[in-house]
């Protein structure tokens, strides 16, 4: 059963995180999780989203980080949203009907 408030939304596209290149797992409004070779060095993190012609300039905190496959350097790391502008709501909704 999912626990989270809001669903997530399978999605896979690349996205920068602190400039970083990182896949994108998942999304919903309000959390993200990507994949990485690189985890991020602070719990503040700064996320630059391309799709379908937009950019979302988005911020947020690191939750955890768990190492993917046991001998490979690849991380999956959770992200809270913390500051999100009002068109990536709108992007969410349409993604989800």
Do not use: C
């Amino acid at each position: 059963m999912e626990k989270r408030k809001t669903p997530r939304i399978k999605k896979r596209v690349m996205l920068k995180i602190d400039s970083k290149s990182a896949i994108l797992v998942d999304i919903s409004r309000t959390g993200i999780r990507f994949s990485t070779a690189a985890p991020p060095k602070s719990r503040q993190v700064d996320i630059v989203l391309h799709f379908d012609e937009q950019t979302f300039n988005l911020k947020g905190t690191v939750r955890w980080v768990k190492r993917k496959v046991a001998l490979q350097k690849i991380y999956d790391v959770g992200v809270a949203l913390d500051e999100t502008p009002e068109e990536y709501g709108r992007f969410i909704d349409k993604q989800k009907a």
